[in-house]
């Protein structure tokens, strides 16, 4: 088993900035992709970005370029550097741990609680 505990969430006005981590506990934290997803209300969950054991990340369309997603494997931690934030990207942002760094939630095996941020305008 993998547990994983966000942090870092909170309430931000548009253009402004935060930093997610995630921290890993149980296995080897270097054994695993990381993946960043968020679920506004009333929408389906879907991919932010995705980091593979190897350092190669993967991010959805829409935050290309504002987001970026980064890992300390001495810290057992994955980062998501949000800036440029807009009132879009409200929603409850989960980590996930699994095989590969993918779009799809599928390969990920672990996932963390939430942690919720709000962007206002």
């Known amino acids: 088993q993998v547990q994983l505990v966000e942090s870092g969430g909170g309430l931000v006005q548009a253009g402004g900035s935060l930093r997610l981590s995630c921290r890993a506990s149980?296995?080897?934290?270097?054994?695993?992709?990381m993946g960043w997803f968020r679920q506004a209300p009333g929408k389906e969950r879907e991919f932010v970005a995705g980091?593979?054991?190897?350092?190669?990340?993967v991010y959805t369309d829409s935050v290309k370029g504002r987001f970026t997603i980064s890992r300390d494997n001495a810290k057992n931690t994955v980062y998501l550097q949000m800036n440029s934030l807009k009132p879009e990207d409200t929603a409850v942002y989960y980590c996930?741990?699994?095989?590969?760094?993918?779009?799809?939630?599928?390969?990920?095996?672990?996932w963390g609680q939430g942690t919720q941020v709000t962007v206002s305008s």
């Open positions: 980091i593979s054991k190897n350092g190669y990340t």
């Open positions: 149980g296995r080897p934290f270097s054994n695993y992709a």
């Open positions: 996930a741990a699994g095989d590969m760094a993918s779009y799809s939630a599928s390969p990920y095996d672990f």
